[in-house]
């Protein structure tokens, strides 16, 4: 079967320096995966280049066997560091319509198609009672559950997140992933999450992609977060430690 | 002292002041409050025409007035200050439209081009002391907040947690371009004031990394534009139509953009 | 007041106020004042200039809208905005110095290009008028959800094909085509005004996009109609009362906007 996201030998030089260095990774409809790294791996770039944003130097980016830029409306994102203006004029119901149709030409057209659609999304993300407060002024757990709206609204197959667990507490963080995990396991939508810490999401991934200077290794849990194998990625010894329910990796 | 003496002189005050205020407007994001003071300040020489003072006090004191109004409803994030400095120059701009009412003789248009255009050639020579006290309080009080400006720039949360009040500083600053910004206006025009701040300074932060080398290199650059187009104005009255001479702000403003253009042009290299 | 060459004066100005009131909603929304100040008023230098050449003004006014909306779409993906539109201003102000260096005399079309010469609208005018804002209108309708998106979201919008300098593009052609609208009836100076204040007034009190746009359209239209008609009953200038009430409207809102979130927060406990 042709997986939904596939990088082949993605390699990325930007300004001279190579970012992404050979990157393999391929994602099935509705797996979960994490893609875990500290600042500076090369996550964002590889959402980039997932996004068809960014051409590669080298390798193929397909997203259900074509292209990743002809497919875009397959794709749902959720940006990194979104800031929203607390003047804007703009419902949270808006702005979860402007993830369905804000490429069109013309102006919204309120019909009961679009309401259920909008209304579908944001119940998906946990965010129904937000749909009438203006989107500017959100706490950050209840953003990102409407940017989790926004972005499934479209009813994309493969969902493309940039940090969103950054700036929230442990609850919100675990409430965030609970609710990427049902839109996995009940819609069938690929998820792939960037983090720099993979404690929240250890329970619900179904593959982890773990980056360090440009260079990626994916597997399941059991496999990539191993001592051996991240040593390997890292290019110098590193440790990886498990404390009660958490891991750790430490360089050695 | 020749006009011509006296145009070199006001702009080589005019173009060292522009360095150090202009790196920091251009790093804060407040080219628009920058611009918006200048046109506000036409308001208060329409006043101090009507009122028959000095027009440059006119200028000074409604800038503060203006740049306190700014500061007050502006706030601290992008867009709110966006607005602010929008509703406050076309309040001014109202303001100017009423005092040219009144004031019906026609010689008023002609004094709103100048304020606008600026003439370098018409200086009276008891300006220059004026114009260099002017600066040299724009100097010193940008020189007094230099790191708490950059620091707050870094992170207005910086800035806080080092005792230091980022709108106390983002004032005492538009203090200091409203000053920089008068004496530049009613000098050499209020299109030039932007093109000296404005310009220059965006170029260097191109080139050099370190602030007081991007202020150094705006200053010159600043100069070297203002020389170069009293230069070519002069060298103008020889040129068609013969003894009419183009103006200085034309020249300035294209070798502003020129040094703009290069400095883009070496970036991407 | 209503009667014989009034009716021109009218369907001008509420033409004018209608564009203005809705594209104002993005200038607000994308903290775009400067562009909207640099636009007219450097479209406005073209004009002069075109008219003391000889030229159509209506060419140069269009040429110089154009001109200024490519350069600030263009300079904008190498510079920060605010650098963009203020080198743009200054570039067009510096020529149209040129072309008031130049030309012959001087032209009472001046300061009505600044001003407005909203009382003395022709029938013909009125016609360029109406054509020039249903063609703002169009864009505008047509470009409005990719525009919104963009200015809320850029990056979720870019990837479904939302180019940040596609939007910002559509956003400006409405720019050039509002102030070719707008320049010759209210002049450049209040252009910005019915940009900048009624639509700011607007997003203090409502909550969603289009009941904001339509809002600010109304204020605006409110704005334009009290100021022709006490210019005309008062003799008090147009520029005055539409800076001055846009003013007043957007104090008003802030306060009431202010006193209703004290109000809930208060409620909330």
């Known amino acids: ?252 | 002292m020749s006009p011509l003496v006296t145009a070199l002189v006001v702009g080589a005050v005019v173009a060292a002041v522009s360095g150090p205020v202009g790196v920091f407007m251009v790093a804060r994001g407040q080219s628009f409050a920058g611009h918006a003071l200048a046109d506000a300040g036409t308001t208060g020489g329409a006043a101090g025409y009507l009122a028959g003072v000095n027009v440059l006090y006119g200028f000074v004191a409604f800038n503060l007035v203006a740049a306190a109004a700014m500061e007050a409803l502006g706030g601290r994030r992008a867009i709110a200050r966006d607005v602010a400095t929008g509703v406050v120059l076309g309040a001014s701009l109202a303001l100017t439209a009423l005092f040219l009412h009144i004031e019906t003789s026609t010689a008023t248009t002609g004094a709103t081009v100048t304020v606008l255009f600026g003439s370098l050639f018409s200086l009276a020579p008891g300006t220059v002391p004026v114009v260099a006290a002017l600066g040299a309080v724009s100097l010193a009080l940008s020189a007094l907040l230099y790191r708490p400006l950059l620091l707050s720039a870094v992170h207005p949360d910086l800035a806080r947690a080092r005792g230091v009040h980022p709108g106390l500083v983002g004032a005492g600053y538009l203090a200091a371009l409203s000053l920089a910004v008068s004496l530049s206006a009613v000098t050499i025009g209020a299109i030039l004031s932007t093109a000296l701040l404005v310009g220059p300074a965006a170029a260097a932060l191109h080139l050099v990394r370190r602030p007081a080398a991007a202020m150094a290199l705006a200053s010159l650059a600043a100069l070297a534009c203002t020389l170069g187009g009293v230069g070519l104005a002069y060298a103008s009255y020889h040129w068609p139509p013969a003894g009419r001479g183009w103006p200085v702000s034309f020249f300035v403003v294209a070798s502003v953009l020129l040094v703009y253009g290069a400095s883009l042009a070496a970036r991407r290299r | 007041m209503f009667s014989g060459f009034m009716v021109d004066t009218w369907e001008a100005a509420s033409v004018v106020a209608v564009v203005a009131g809705l594209a104002g909603f993005f200038v607000v929304a994308r903290g775009s004042a400067f562009a909207a100040h640099a636009l007219p008023s450097g479209a406005f230098a073209g004009a002069a200039g075109a008219s003391l050449l000889g030229v159509s003004t209506t060419l140069g006014l269009g040429v110089f809208s154009v001109a200024g909306a490519a350069a600030i779409a263009a300079l904008g993906r190498q510079a920060r905005r605010d650098v963009a539109a203020a080198l743009a201003i200054v570039a067009m102000l510096a020529t149209g110095s040129l072309f008031l260096a130049l030309g012959n005399g001087y032209a009472g079309e001046v300061d009505s290009l600044l001003f407005g010469q909203v009382l003395g609208v022709s029938s013909a005018q009125v016609e360029v008028t109406a054509a020039l804002g249903a063609a703002s209108l169009a864009l505008l309708v047509v470009s409005w959800r990719r525009v919104l998106w963009s200015s809320v979201l850029p990056e979720a919008a870019a990837a479904r094909g939302v180019s940040p300098g596609a939007a910002d593009a559509s956003f400006l052609a409405v720019l050039a085509l509002v102030t070719a609208t707008a320049v010759p009836v209210v002049g450049a100076l209040l252009v910005f005004s019915l940009l900048v204040a009624p639509p700011a007034a607007a997003r203090q009190l409502a909550g969603r996009p289009g009941s904001a746009a339509l809002l600010g359209t109304a204020l605006a239209l409110a704005t334009v109609w009290a100021s022709v008609a006490l210019s005309y009953e008062e003799n008090l200038p147009v520029g005055f009362v539409v800076g001055a009430l846009g003013a007043l409207l957007y104090a008003a809102a802030r306060l009431s906007a202010g006193r209703r979130g004290r109000a809930r927060r208060s409620g909330c406990g």
């Open chain 1, 1 to 252: 079967m042709t997986p939904l996201l596939e990088l082949e030998g993605v390699t990325v030089t930007l300004g001279g320096r190579v970012v992404l260095d050979g990157v393999n990774l391929r994602l099935a409809d509705g797996q979960f995966t994490g893609l875990i790294g500290s600042n500076g791996a090369g996550k964002t770039t590889l959402l980039r280049v997932a996004l068809g944003l960014l051409t590669p130097q080298r390798g193929r980016v397909l997203i259900g066997g074509q292209p990743a830029r002809r497919r875009a409306e397959l794709v749902g994102y959720v940006p990194q560091k979104v800031e929203l203006d607390p003047d804007l004029p703009l419902r949270v119901a808006d702005l979860v319509g402007l993830g369905l149709d804000g490429h069109r030409l013309g102006l919204p057209m309120p019909s009961r198609t679009r309401a259920a659609r909008v209304a579908e999304a944001l119940e998906a993300a946990g965010a129904a009672h937000l749909a009438g407060q203006r989107a500017g002024r959100l706490s950050g757990g209840e953003q990102q559950r409407v940017m989790i709206a926004h972005a499934i609204v479209a009813r994309p197959r493969l969902l493309l997140l940039d940090e969103p667990l950054a700036n929230l507490d442990l609850p919100s963080a675990k409430a965030i992933v609970s609710v990427l995990a049902s839109v996995a396991a009940e819609r069938g939508v690929g998820v792939l999450i960037s983090a720099h810490d993979m404690n929240p999401l250890l329970p619900v991934m179904d593959q982890v992609a773990y980056m360090a200077d440009g260079r990626l290794a994916a597997g399941s849990t059991g496999e990539v977060i191993r001592s051996e194998v991240l040593s390997e990625l890292y290019g110098h010894p590193v440790e990886v430690i498990h404390v009660r329910d958490r891991v750790l990796v430490v360089a050695g």
